[in-house]
């Protein structure tokens, strides 16, 4: 199975709550652990970045859903590649400082 990590940044819109999105947060890790995608995000003010690892196509399907979700706005792919393993598989989907998102996002 190829596997994709893909990571972007976005904006929070300004009518949205980042109290409301990190409340949210074990839902969407959750959801993305039964389609098999792991990665980690991080919150800068009202930036927002995210690393998505796993299957390419269930990667490139969640990516699509949030570039149209409202509550991003002035969403940037940063980085897309073909990886031949995932940097984040027992984590889930953690929270970390964006500086530290960058780093781990170029180990992989």
């Known amino acids: 199975m190829a596997l994709l990590h893909l990571s972007y940044v976005s904006t929070l819109a300004e009518d949205a709550s980042l ?3 990190v409340r949210d947060l074990e839902s969407f890790r959750s959801r993305n652990l039964s389609l098999g995608i792991t990665g980690c995000i ?3 003010g ?3 970045m995210q690393v998505l690892e796993g299957p390419t196509e269930r990667v490139q399907a969640l990516y699509e859903t949030i570039a149209r979700d409202p509550r991003h706005h002035d969403v940037i792919q940063i980085e897309r590649k073909t990886i ?3 940097s984040f598989g027992h984590w889930g ?3 970390r400082p964006i500086a530290d998102v960058l780093f781990l996002s170029q180990l992989s």
């Open 19 to 21: 109290a409301d999105l």
């Open 84 to 86: 031949s393993r995932v």
């Open 42 to 44: 991080a919150f800068e």
């Open 93 to 95: 989907m953690i929270r």
């Open 46 to 48: 009202r930036r927002i």
